[in-house]
């Protein structure tokens, strides 16, 4: 089974990579986690924000695999605590789903995106900078998976 979060944003700091590198390598070889970095859309001064919000959304549906189970991460979806995140791992596992995590731009998902998405997942009522999401989110798989696997980790 494979986990993809594809995310909006290029060129992570040594300390995110690090964070991301230190979650991955942990899981086992059955349940690989990658990321796909989007390219932020065109902001700034009289920057069209529809469009870079509709750039982003078509890169991201270009990299969903065509059976992919789609979680759009969205801070109008539901709340899970880490107990649900690890059900939801042991269903996507049981039923061989792979899974594509989506984290959107400053200004969040194309509506395409939202649409494509089985589940939509709030990550946090905070609002998090989004490379320190990639790091909740890889050590939150983590976590999951060592409760599925009755790992000490999680106590």
């Known amino acids: 089974m494979r986990i993809r979060v594809i995310a909006v944003g290029t060129k992570m700091p040594k300390w995110v990579e690090q964070g991301v590198d230190e ?7 059955e349940l690989k986690l ?8 065109k902001r700034g001064k009289g920057a069209d924000i529809a469009r870079a919000i509709n750039s ?8 969903i695999g065509q059976h992919d ?11 899970w ?4 995140l690890a059900g939801e791992l042991r269903n996507w ?3 061989g789903d792979n ?9 969040g998902l194309a509506a395409e995106c939202l649409q494509r998405a089985n589940q939509r997942w709030s990550l946090s009522a905070l609002t998090l900078p989004h490379p320190l ?3 909740v989110l890889a050590e939150q798989l983590y976590r999951a998976w060592t409760i599925n696997s009755h790992h000490p980790y999680h106590r």
């Open 133 to 135: 999401v990639r790091i």
């Open 34 to 41: 990658e990321f796909k970095e989007i390219a932020l859309g």
């Open 56 to 63: 982003e959304g078509q890169q991201m549906l270009a990299a």
């Open 81 to 84: 605590a880490t107990e649900k």
């Open 99 to 107: 899974i594509s995590l989506l984290v959107g731009g400053p200004d």
């Open 69 to 79: 189970r789609v979680i759009a991460l969205d801070v109008l979806g539901k709340p």
């Open 23 to 29: 979650y991955t390598k942990r899981l086992p070889p």
């Open 93 to 95: 596992q049981l039923e």
